[in-house]
């Protein structure tokens, strides 16, 4: 058996086509296909069916790619437990986080740490669909809101508040909201991955309390919604890392105050290992020192939460930060 051959079977597998497989793996696409028949001859079988459009594993070609999986994983393990013992962290460090969080927060902070290890390579997947870390290869994950039970090892990293919020503009024409009720007769923007599901929850005197928003925009990316919000289209419920800079600036009024949104968390999540690869505990370590109790994030945002809580207490609609 030529061993070489199962990382390119599969990367075709988790690729879904020849040409995104070459890609990945930085070789042609005929040699790809020589590869794939190279095995197919070895093993016997065939384990991928192909046509001018479409690639998908046979019966046994599926069978052969949940072996292969385990057995490569293992492999990966045993190079990130040879590195262990390196002094340097190195090697390529594969982080999934939301599109939004990480395109604001990650992508800043992610120079510095390249610096600080420049035998290290990173990849950063952003999507807000939820990613299975183990089967595509995540090293790490950042995550937001409730977490779903698994065998992953989670650390909060910080707290995330969310705010209810329009743009003045949007207000002088429809009017201020005064109380949840009010909201029936307003436009709700509403983001389609919430994991509470359709309703929107609010906390008040105690008790939970759920509302069905409902409006002319859904989508599944935050700043689609932040952008139509400062625009004027309608209410929305907005975290506070992306809504606080227009907040303080006045481009949008948080509301109903007395209906404060549940508080939620980031996380760093990682896969359950024997050890933790030392490119892993350094960003670990990173990430609790940029946004961590002690860290510039964390400090912002109880100065905004500061912030938000005295303009409720005065009765103040809006707060304008110069």
């Not at 393990?77 to 986080?97: M, P, W």
């Not at 909060?156 to 949007?170: E, I, N, Q, T």
């Amino acid at each position: 058996m030529d061993f070489s051959l199962l990382p390119v079977f599969i990367a075709i597998t988790e690729q879904g086509s020849l040409t995104k497989a070459a890609e990945y793996l930085h070789m042609t696409k005929s040699a790809v296909s020589k590869k794939l028949a190279a095995l197919e001859t070895q093993t016997g079988i065939r384990l991928v069916t192909r046509t001018t459009r479409h690639l998908q594993l046979t019966e046994a070609g599926q069978l052969y790619y949940t072996y292969l999986k385990k057995a490569h994983q293992a492999v990966l393990d045993g190079q990130d437990a040879l590195s262990h013992y390196s002094r340097e962290v190195e090697g390529t460090l594969k982080i999934s986080a939301p599109a939004v969080f990480g395109s604001l927060h990650l992508a800043n902070i992610m120079p510095e740490f390249l610096q600080r290890w420049p035998s290290l390579r990173a990849e950063m997947v952003f999507d807000d669909k939820l990613t299975d870390l183990v089967g595509e290869g995540f090293d790490l994950a950042v995550r937001i809101g409730e977490l779903q039970d698994s065998s992953l090892i989670a650390r909060v990293l910080s707290p995330c508040r969310s705010v209810l919020c329009a743009s003045p503009a949007y207000l002088a024409r429809h009017g201020t909201p005064q109380d949840l009720t009010d909201l029936k007769a307003h436009n709700c923007l509403f983001y389609s991955y919430f994991q509470a599901g359709q309703s929107w929850t609010f906390l008040h005197r105690g008790d939970v309390v759920r509302f069905t928003p409902q409006g002319t925009l859904r989508a599944n990316n935050s700043l689609a919604l932040h952008q139509a919000v400062l625009q004027g289209t309608g209410i929305c419920q907005l975290p506070q890392f992306i809504a606080a800079p227009d907040i303080r600036a006045g481009r949008l009024l948080p509301l109903l105050p007395e209906y404060p949104l549940p508080l939620h968390h980031i996380y760093a999540v990682y896969p359950d290992r024997d050890y933790l690869p030392k490119k892993v505990s350094a960003f670990l370590h990173f990430l609790q020192d940029a946004l961590g109790t002690e860290g510039p994030y964390q400090k912002e945002y109880e100065q905004d939460l500061s912030a938000f809580q005295a303009a409720e207490r005065a009765g103040i609609p809006a707060l304008i930060v110069t």
